[in-house]
Protein backbone atom coordinates (compact mmCIF):
# COMPACT_ATOMS: atom_id res chain seq x y z
CA UNK A 1 0.00 0.00 0.00
CA UNK A 2 1.35 3.15 -0.82
CA UNK A 3 1.01 6.39 2.01
CA UNK A 4 0.20 9.22 1.18
CA UNK A 5 2.16 12.57 1.52
CA UNK A 6 0.41 13.36 4.14
CA UNK A 7 0.54 10.18 6.47
CA UNK A 8 4.32 10.55 6.10
CA UNK A 9 4.62 13.41 9.41
CA UNK A 10 2.36 11.04 11.25
CA UNK A 11 4.38 8.10 11.15
CA UNK A 12 7.44 10.17 11.67
CA UNK A 13 6.04 10.83 14.71
CA UNK A 14 5.03 7.71 16.39
CA UNK A 15 8.75 6.45 15.17
CA UNK A 16 9.61 9.19 17.48
CA UNK A 17 7.46 8.62 20.26
CA UNK A 18 8.33 4.86 20.46
CA UNK A 19 12.09 5.68 19.98
CA UNK A 20 11.44 7.83 23.48
CA UNK A 21 9.57 4.62 25.28
CA UNK A 22 12.50 2.41 24.49
CA UNK A 23 14.76 4.69 26.34
CA UNK A 24 12.38 5.03 29.04
CA UNK A 25 11.98 1.48 29.98
CA UNK A 26 15.66 0.98 29.76
CA UNK A 27 16.35 3.21 33.02
CA UNK A 28 15.67 2.23 36.58
CA UNK A 29 12.08 3.66 37.41
CA UNK A 30 10.83 4.43 34.06
CA UNK A 31 7.45 5.49 35.54
CA UNK A 32 9.15 8.32 37.11
CA UNK A 33 10.94 9.38 34.30
CA UNK A 34 7.42 9.08 32.18
CA UNK A 35 5.76 11.06 34.70
CA UNK A 36 8.83 13.86 34.65
CA UNK A 37 8.87 13.74 30.54
CA UNK A 38 4.98 14.03 29.87
CA UNK A 39 3.62 16.00 33.03
CA UNK A 40 5.91 17.63 35.17
CA UNK A 41 8.94 19.44 33.62
CA UNK A 42 9.12 23.21 32.85
CA UNK A 43 10.57 25.67 31.39
CA UNK A 44 13.39 26.49 32.57
CA UNK A 45 14.72 23.13 34.06
CA UNK A 46 18.32 22.74 34.10
CA UNK A 47 18.83 19.25 33.16
CA UNK A 48 22.27 17.10 33.09
CA UNK A 49 23.32 13.97 31.30
CA UNK A 50 26.53 11.51 30.72
CA UNK A 51 28.00 11.46 27.01
CA UNK A 52 29.49 8.45 25.56
CA UNK A 53 33.04 7.72 26.95
CA UNK A 54 36.06 9.62 25.31
CA UNK A 55 38.87 11.51 26.13
CA UNK A 56 37.43 14.88 26.65
CA UNK A 57 34.01 13.35 28.02
CA UNK A 58 36.09 11.61 30.94
CA UNK A 59 38.66 14.33 31.41
CA UNK A 60 35.28 16.84 32.21
CA UNK A 61 33.63 14.06 34.61
CA UNK A 62 37.47 13.46 36.54
CA UNK A 63 38.38 16.76 36.77
CA UNK A 64 35.34 17.82 38.17
CA UNK A 65 34.55 14.38 40.45
CA UNK A 66 31.32 14.10 38.63
CA UNK A 67 29.19 11.74 36.57
CA UNK A 68 27.78 14.47 34.92
CA UNK A 69 29.63 15.79 31.63
CA UNK A 70 26.89 17.79 29.90
CA UNK A 71 23.68 20.02 30.66
CA UNK A 72 21.40 22.53 28.79
CA UNK A 73 18.05 24.40 29.68
CA UNK A 74 14.77 22.78 28.89
CA UNK A 75 12.82 25.67 26.87
CA UNK A 76 9.47 25.34 24.37
CA UNK A 77 11.31 26.81 21.27
CA UNK A 78 9.26 26.97 17.84
CA UNK A 79 6.17 25.57 19.55
CA UNK A 80 8.33 21.94 20.56
CA UNK A 81 10.12 21.04 24.05
CA UNK A 82 13.71 21.48 23.49
CA UNK A 83 17.30 21.88 25.02
CA UNK A 84 19.26 24.39 24.35
CA UNK A 85 22.47 23.50 24.54
CA UNK A 86 26.71 24.17 23.68
CA UNK A 87 27.98 21.14 21.82
CA UNK A 88 29.53 21.50 18.27
CA UNK A 89 27.38 25.23 18.80
CA UNK A 90 25.19 27.10 20.52
CA UNK A 91 21.68 25.54 19.82
CA UNK A 92 18.66 23.69 20.39
CA UNK A 93 18.13 20.05 20.11
CA UNK A 94 14.64 18.52 20.29
CA UNK A 95 14.24 16.87 24.22
CA UNK A 96 13.32 13.28 23.18
CA UNK A 97 16.56 13.33 21.23
CA UNK A 98 18.95 14.82 24.01
CA UNK A 99 17.49 12.15 26.20
CA UNK A 100 18.48 9.39 23.32
CA UNK A 101 22.01 11.05 23.42
CA UNK A 102 23.18 10.46 26.81
CA UNK A 103 25.28 7.61 28.50
CA UNK A 104 22.02 4.79 29.62
CA UNK A 105 19.69 7.20 28.97
CA UNK A 106 20.10 9.05 32.21
CA UNK A 107 18.88 12.31 33.39
CA UNK A 108 18.56 14.49 36.42
CA UNK A 109 16.75 18.05 36.11
CA UNK A 110 17.02 20.82 38.55
CA UNK A 111 14.73 23.82 38.47
CA UNK A 112 15.54 27.64 40.47
CA UNK A 113 13.11 28.13 42.71
CA UNK A 114 10.75 30.01 43.06
CA UNK A 115 10.58 30.15 39.21
CA UNK A 116 11.68 33.95 38.00
CA UNK A 117 8.78 35.42 36.55
CA UNK A 118 9.00 35.98 32.89
CA UNK A 119 11.27 32.94 32.99
CA UNK A 120 10.56 31.73 29.43
CA UNK A 121 11.07 34.46 27.10
CA UNK A 122 13.97 35.62 28.76
CA UNK A 123 15.58 32.45 28.91
CA UNK A 124 14.88 32.02 25.16
CA UNK A 125 15.95 35.72 24.42
CA UNK A 126 19.52 34.73 26.21
CA UNK A 127 19.83 32.06 24.32
CA UNK A 128 19.58 33.63 20.95
CA UNK A 129 22.31 36.10 21.78
CA UNK A 130 24.59 33.51 21.84
CA UNK A 131 23.25 31.11 19.38
CA UNK A 132 25.38 29.73 16.64
CA UNK A 133 28.96 30.32 18.86
CA UNK A 134 31.31 27.50 18.79
CA UNK A 135 32.23 25.51 21.48
CA UNK A 136 34.73 26.12 23.82
CA UNK A 137 37.29 23.57 24.20
CA UNK A 138 39.34 25.72 26.20
CA UNK A 139 36.44 26.95 29.16
CA UNK A 140 37.35 30.01 29.32
CA UNK A 141 35.32 32.61 30.53
CA UNK A 142 35.00 34.90 27.70
CA UNK A 143 31.82 34.64 25.15
CA UNK A 144 33.91 34.17 21.78
CA UNK A 145 32.98 30.43 22.50
CA UNK A 146 30.93 29.00 25.03
CA UNK A 147 30.64 25.66 26.49
CA UNK A 148 27.47 24.04 28.15
CA UNK A 149 27.46 24.95 32.02
CA UNK A 150 28.67 28.74 30.80
CA UNK A 151 25.70 28.71 28.74
CA UNK A 152 23.26 28.02 31.79
CA UNK A 153 25.05 29.97 34.27
CA UNK A 154 25.07 32.84 31.66
CA UNK A 155 21.72 32.89 30.43
CA UNK A 156 20.38 32.65 33.84
CA UNK A 157 22.19 35.39 35.24
CA UNK A 158 22.53 37.80 32.71
CA UNK A 159 18.59 37.68 31.73
CA UNK A 160 17.12 36.97 34.70
CA UNK A 161 19.74 38.32 37.41
CA UNK A 162 20.12 34.59 38.99
CA UNK A 163 23.57 33.47 39.81
CA UNK A 164 24.04 29.69 39.19
CA UNK A 165 26.84 28.03 40.54
CA UNK A 166 30.15 28.94 41.61
CA UNK A 167 33.19 29.48 39.40
CA UNK A 168 36.45 28.06 40.27
CA UNK A 169 40.03 27.66 38.77
CA UNK A 170 40.86 24.74 36.97
CA UNK A 171 43.88 24.21 39.96
CA UNK A 172 41.50 23.63 42.53
CA UNK A 173 40.14 20.93 40.59
CA UNK A 174 41.20 17.32 40.38
CA UNK A 175 43.57 18.18 37.34
CA UNK A 176 46.28 15.93 37.64
CA UNK A 177 45.42 12.69 36.78
CA UNK A 178 44.31 14.39 32.99
CA UNK A 179 47.22 16.57 32.99
CA UNK A 180 48.79 14.82 29.80
CA UNK A 181 45.15 15.98 28.26
CA UNK A 182 44.96 19.52 29.52
CA UNK A 183 48.13 20.18 27.45
CA UNK A 184 47.59 18.49 24.61
CA UNK A 185 43.99 20.69 24.46
CA UNK A 186 45.92 24.21 25.54
CA UNK A 187 49.51 23.65 22.82
CA UNK A 188 51.04 22.57 26.00
CA UNK A 189 50.02 25.42 28.32
CA UNK A 190 48.98 24.08 32.04
CA UNK A 191 46.22 27.19 32.35
CA UNK A 192 46.07 26.06 36.31
CA UNK A 193 44.18 29.63 37.29
CA UNK A 194 41.71 30.07 34.21
CA UNK A 195 38.14 30.09 36.04
CA UNK A 196 35.62 27.52 34.96
CA UNK A 197 32.01 26.69 36.01
CA UNK A 198 31.40 22.90 35.41
CA UNK A 199 27.98 21.19 35.03
CA UNK A 200 28.10 19.85 38.68
CA UNK A 201 29.15 23.18 40.24
CA UNK A 202 25.46 24.17 38.63
CA UNK A 203 24.10 21.02 40.81
CA UNK A 204 25.47 22.37 44.00
CA UNK A 205 24.12 25.97 43.84
CA UNK A 206 21.20 26.29 47.29
CA UNK A 207 19.03 28.44 44.02
CA UNK A 208 18.42 25.20 42.62
CA UNK A 209 16.08 21.74 43.88
CA UNK A 210 16.67 18.57 42.08
CA UNK A 211 13.53 18.09 40.56
CA UNK A 212 14.00 14.44 39.00
CA UNK A 213 14.47 12.23 40.70
CA UNK A 214 13.12 12.85 43.39
Not at 90 to 114: C, D, I
Not at 167 to 194: C, S, T
Request: some cysteine.
Amino acid sequence: MKLLPQSRPAIVRCVIILSVFVALVAIRRPDRLVSYYFSEKKEGDILFQSLPHGDLVDAIEGISHSEWSHCGILVKHGGKWQVAEAIGEVRYTPLHLWVLRGRQFKVEAYRVNPPPAGIAPALNAGVAKLRGLPYDFSYAPDDAEIYCSELVHKVYDRELGVSIGSWEQLGHLNWKPYEAFIRRMENGQLPLDRAMITPVALTRSPLVTRVFPR
